[in-house]
């Protein structure tokens, strides 16, 4: 196999296209890079939204999001879908 034969490996520091998208069908997009830790996406969807970032959870592919979490750590792809939840309490015993 020659050397034009074999796939680039792609670079480190590549930036993603995530929708971040609200029970409400809002949607806010983000340029991410693969190991940037998730953490600061929420942050930062957070400090936009006017919401505590306490209070913001993150669902991809049906499972929460941790904040150590990154793009590569879940293999996400450019184009992906963030499903953002804010925490609700309430419900009352009768």
Do not use: H, W
């Not at 480190?12 to 600061?40: C, H, M, P, W, Y």
């Amino acid at each position: 196999m020659s050397d034009s034969e074999q796939p680039q490996p792609k670079p480190e520091n590549e930036q993603l296209n995530i929708k971040v998208k609200d029970a409400n069908g809002n949607e806010v997009f983000f340029k991410v890079k693969k190991n940037t830790r998730l953490s600061k996406l929420k942050m930062a969807y957070a400090d936009k939204m006017g919401k505590p970032v306490n209070s913001v959870r993150f669902i991809f592919d049906g499972q929460r999001i941790g904040d150590d979490d990154t793009a590569e750590s879940l293999g996400m792809e450019d184009s992906d879908e963030i499903d953002a939840m804010i925490e609700q309490t309430g419900g009352a015993c009768a």
